[in-house]
């Protein structure tokens, strides 16, 4: 595990950070409510993208995979909600 924080440290950093819940509202909320359903899918995967490729980079590779999991599975959702199919289509 990197430095002394557990797999549970970890997650809760990825799935809840304090510092995106200052004002009461989810950053990933604001970011959402700013754009399009089709500009925040694209927000998702260029931050998906993002953590990936750079995840053996910056000293804490397990976190950074935690966190395109997690952009990973907001996309999922996004898609299964608006009912976008397997072909990208309606």
């Given at each position: 595990?990197?430095?002394?924080?557990?797999?549970?440290?970890?997650?809760?950093?990825?799935?809840n950070p304090d510092h995106y819940n200052k004002t009461g509202i989810e950053t990933i909320d604001l970011i959402k409510n700013s754009m399009?359903?089709?500009?925040?899918?694209?927000?998702?995967?260029?931050?998906?993208?993002?953590?990936?490729?750079?995840?053996?980079?910056?000293?804490?590779?397990?976190?950074?995979?935690?966190?395109?999991?997690?952009?990973?599975?907001?996309?999922?959702?996004?898609?299964?909600?608006?009912?976008?199919?397997?072909?990208?289509?309606?």
């Amino acid at each position: 595990m990197e430095d002394t924080q557990t797999a549970t440290d970890l997650v809760d950093q990825v799935n809840n950070p304090d510092h995106y819940n200052k004002t009461g509202i989810e950053t990933i909320d604001l970011i959402k409510n700013s754009m399009s359903e089709v500009e925040f899918r694209g927000y998702l995967k260029g931050n998906i993208i993002k953590y990936v490729s750079r995840h053996m980079h910056k000293g804490m590779p397990l976190k950074d995979v935690l966190k395109a999991q997690w952009y990973i599975d907001r996309l999922a959702d996004q898609m299964e909600y608006h009912g976008v199919e397997e072909n990208g289509t309606k």
